[in-house]
């Protein structure tokens, strides 16, 4: 057997592990708040997010991926085959290994800021520091910033809006009803122009963005005033007057959870099938350009790792962040994904950087403080910060003992 298919065979082995890490860690980003809140359990959590994973990563994920994410790295480092061979392993298992770590210890890290720092490490001890790109870095440093202080804002005015216009009010349950549609087609406008923007099948049809703010707005309004019947004959109906404002968000909360699923795998999967793509595609051509072609086995083998990953041991990071930051209810649990939807969209759409585990964390501060500043763990917080600031440059360093370990045998 060649060198280069012992690599790629290596290479198949740590994109799975990257995967599985994925799985393990960002699910918490979909369903923590759903689980926390109470809206279905664990096991539901794990099952549904498997499955929606793997459709995502599938189905929805890119079938393209740059050879160095972000553009952090100059694709300089690239020129030697045997160099990216060995950077792309280096920084498929440092990037695991942080996230493996993190999931341990049950803290939510940006998988995203892991591969990059991992790059960083192997394009460092490849090319040197003037192969980084360290305007893209520094903004890569804004969005621990950006996305949680974005999250946190929306998820506190909005949870003081259902404050102010149900919980506070009589008929708790009619009025729930009642404001249904309008919060239902605001979830669903955010829905349906996160996929035309953010997921790689949704930019495909390259719609404009006043038809997509037209389409989501007609899907919002019909969809929103559906969901109004929908729960009125269930609701009421089943269960007579119901079980208030928070069976209502019950039902809308689990719909936006599945979406951040589905969404999460479709994006996400890059982050350990982008390198192995590289890895793959030098085995067989011997060279890369700037952007490698994803064939569809790899989008699925990548599917199914973050789906074990979930599986096996999602439950840890779901925990801190549906449990431990503070206490969620279906009300809350909504403004807490309505919230990470939105500043992942409108960041984007800013052209700002953005960590979907960092708005998912903000969200649920966000609605704690809410509550007021005892209603927050903020011991658990600062945990969390540390493991984000410690992110790249750990997952660097790692990277490039691995990379140096790498080239002392190839």
């Not at 960083?120 to 790109?133: E, K, R, Y």
């Not at 009025?175 to 309008?182: D, E």
């Amino acid at each position: 057997m060649s060198a280069e298919y012992l690599i790629l065979i290596i290479g198949f082995v740590f994109g799975f592990y990257m995967a599985w890490n994925i799985g393990a860690n960002d699910v918490a980003n979909s369903m923590a708040s759903a689980v926390g809140a109470k809206a279905i359990t664990i096991r539901q959590a794990v099952f549904i997010a498997g499955i929606l994973n793997i459709v995502g990563a599938t189905f929805i994920g890119s079938h393209v991926t740059n050879t160095i994410r972000k553009g952090i790295v100059s694709t300089d480092v690239m020129s030697d085959p045997h160099i990216a061979l060995a950077g792309a392993l280096a920084a498929l298992l440092a990037a695991a290994l942080w996230v493996s770590f993190a999931t341990w210890r049950s803290l939510p890290v940006s998988t995203t800021h892991s591969i990059v720092g991992a790059m960083i490490g192997f394009g460092i001890m490849a090319g040197g520091f003037s192969v980084i790109n360290w305007g893209k870095l520094g903004a890569v440093a804004l969005s621990w910033v950006i996305s949680p202080v974005f999250s946190l804002v929306i998820a506190f005015v909005m949870f003081k809006v259902i404050v102010r216009v149900i919980l506070s009010k009589d008929a708790v349950f009619e009025r729930s009803i009642r404001f249904s549609p309008y919060f239902i087609g605001i979830a669903i406008f955010v829905v349906v122009l996160s996929f035309l923007f953010k997921t790689p099948l949704g930019k495909k049809f390259s719609i404009s963005m006043p038809m997509a703010l037209i389409l989501s707005f007609v899907l919002a309004a019909v969809l929103g005033y559906i969901g109004k019947i929908l729960l009125r004959k269930f609701l009421v109906e089943k269960q007579g007057n119901g079980n208030g404002a928070e069976e209502v968000f019950r039902k809308i909360q689990i719909g936006t959870s599945c979406y951040v699923a589905l969404a999460q795998g479709a994006n996400d999967v890059a982050n350990a099938i982008g390198p192995l793509a590289v890895i793959y595609f030098l085995v067989k051509t011997g060279t890369i350009g700037a952007k490698v072609p994803v064939p569809i086995f790899l989008l699925m083998f990548g599917g199914v790792g973050i789906a074990l990953g979930i599986g096996m041991a999602g439950k840890r990071v779901m925990t801190t962040i549906g449990t431990k930051i503070t206490t969620l209810t279906n009300t809350r649990g909504f403004s807490v994904d309505f919230a990470a939807a939105t500043t992942v969209l409108l960041a984007s759409k800013l052209g700002l950087p953005v960590s979907t585990t960092h708005a998912a964390v903000g969200g649920v501060l966000g609605v704690g403080l809410a509550r007021g500043l005892e209603a927050v763990n903020f011991r658990i917080i600062f945990q969390i910060m540390i493991y984000w600031v410690l992110t790249v440059p750990a997952s660097a360093i790692t990277s490039m003992i691995i990379y140096k370990i790498i080239r002392i045998f190839y």
